[in-house]
């Protein structure tokens, strides 16, 4: 090498210069951030609540079941309570809308979220006006408030990439 090249009079290396990134950059990065967590989050809710309707399905129908009559120990047939039929009836039609909602959930459709939460309000409403009766629900009651708590930010997320002008409906 000839002494006369500038590579060998200097020989500590300048960092070339990185100009910070642009503040646009940084909200972009934040908002898709927050658009893959609600994702997540988004089908954790709707899983929640087809697991939860699915817990219900077996309760439904034996409620059903069990109203159309049954034999006692003298084998005395009798029959069932038109109020119970009428009850089991009402169950089966809310566990099937609970687990549409749970559908349509995972597919980030918001009126889906505000139905499924509001049937799980009243969901837990019967679990608490019952909690005296079968102490065992508070195994439900406790859970029941983690995904209502999760439902709720799921709805604020919604409206906080909606504000940003996110499109959070798309698909990934």
């Given amino acids: 090498m000839l002494p006369f090249l500038p590579s060998s009079i200097n020989r500590v290396e300048v960092p070339a210069y990185a100009p910070p990134p642009a503040p646009e950059a940084s909200l972009e990065a934040e908002l898709r951030d927050k658009l893959y967590a609600f994702d997540q989050q988004a089908q954790a809710l709707g899983a929640a609540w087809i697991v939860l309707g699915l817990l219900f399905v077996p309760f439904a129908s034996g409620l059903g079941v069990s ?67 079968a102490v065992g629900n508070i195994l439900v009651v406790v859970p029941s408030v983690f995904v209502v708590l999760q439902a709720h930010r799921v709805i604020r997320w919604t409206g906080e990439l909606t504000a940003a002008g996110t499109f959070w409906t798309a698909r990934r």
């Fill in 67 to 133: 109203a159309l009559g049954y034999r006692d120990v003298n084998g005395d047939v009798h029959e069932g309570s038109t109020a119970i039929y009428l009850l089991a009836h009402v169950l089966q039609a809310f566990v099937l809308v609970w687990i549409v909602a749970g559908a349509a959930t995972c597919l980030k459709n918001r009126r889906a979220i505000c139905v499924g939460l509001a049937m799980h309000y009243v969901a837990l409403t019967a679990l608490v006006i019952l909690l005296p009766i």
